[in-house]
């Protein structure tokens, strides 16, 4: 059984397993669900243990209030008024870390987005494999209204907008709804507040009954072979890819399962079934 009584001296987030689904809810509703530096450290020590855990199939990115996350906190954007260079960098890097945790995550991870996302808030939803949003979001990356850029987050961000759309909002700071953020392919569903929760539920049935190896070597075999070249070694390396899970004990089993008309081994009896 999945141990959230690891998380018990978290102060920023909630953190609850049911049926193999791991909820990971922003838990700041007064600051907007803003960044600090608690924030970026409960999060990153969360997806990383999720993320090791048996008992988790995949990872549920939330958060409570009318924000889903305002970037960073202003309390915390005071103290970074006063760093000095390398006090920057060791703040950034804290972040980039998270993010980085978040994305290179063995299990997938869905961001249910409940409210408005800025800024650096962006980059968590950029980081996660599916994002889900309320029609009534909307989005906007921030930093050069205050004379800063978007770097940290930029390399999931411009992964899940593409670039064209990135030239645009990076530069203009402008305000976009969830229509626009499915058009550009930041977001891949817009509902209504009352279809959220049951839309995040369906998407997560499909993780309890799929292969949880197949599905990490899949986020591996995406986030390796996109945008490079197909030349001989990408595929020399994919056909080692479907070798060696083939002959994995799960692609064993699998294949075998199904050939035997018979449930696979790592299909779960579930509380609410």
């Given amino acids: 059984m999945s141990n959230v009584s690891d998380f018990t001296d978290f102060t920023t987030l909630e953190i609850k397993v ?21 924030v970026i450290a409960e999060l990153d020590r969360a997806f990383s243990t999720l993320g090791q855990d048996a008992e988790v199939r995949a990872i549920v990115l939330a958060a409570r209030g009318k924000a889903f996350c305002a ?13 000095s260079r390398e006090e920057n960098l060791a703040d950034a890097a804290k972040l980039a870390q998270m993010l980085k945790t978040i994305y290179e995550c063995p299990k997938p991870t869905v961001a249910a987005i409940q409210g408005d996302v800025y800024a650096g808030g962006i980059g968590l939803i950029a980081a996660c494999d599916v994002a889900i949003a309320v029609k009534s979001a909307s989005f906007c990356l921030s930093e050069v209204r205050l004379g800063l850029a978007p770097a940290t987050i930029s390399p999931y961000v411009i992964k899940a907008m593409g670039e064209r759309a990135a030239h645009r909002y990076f530069l203009t700071a402008e305000v976009f709804d969830a ?17 959220l929760d049951d839309t995040i539920e369906r998407l997560c049935s499909k993780w309890q009954r799929t292969s949880p190896n197949a599905v990490r070597v899949c986020k591996q075999l995406i986030q390796r072979v996109a945008g490079q070249e197909i030349d001989q070694a990408l595929i020399d390396e994919t056909v080692a890819g479907i070798a060696d899970i083939r ?27």
Avoid: C
């Fill in 71 to 83: 970037g960073a906190d202003l309390g915390w954007m005071r103290a970074m008024a006063d760093y």
């Fill in 179 to 195: 229509k626009e953020a499915r058009r550009i392919g930041l977001i891949h569903e817009r509902v209504s507040e009352e279809e």
């Fill in 247 to 273: 002959a994995s004990d799960e692609g064993r089993e699998g294949v075998q399962s199904f050939l035997q008309k018979r449930s696979p081994s790592w299909l779960p009896k579930l509380k609410s079934e």
């Fill in 18 to 38: 049911v049926d193999l689904i791991a909820t990971v809810t922003l838990n700041r509703p007064e600051k907007r669900n803003a960044f600090n530096d608690e």
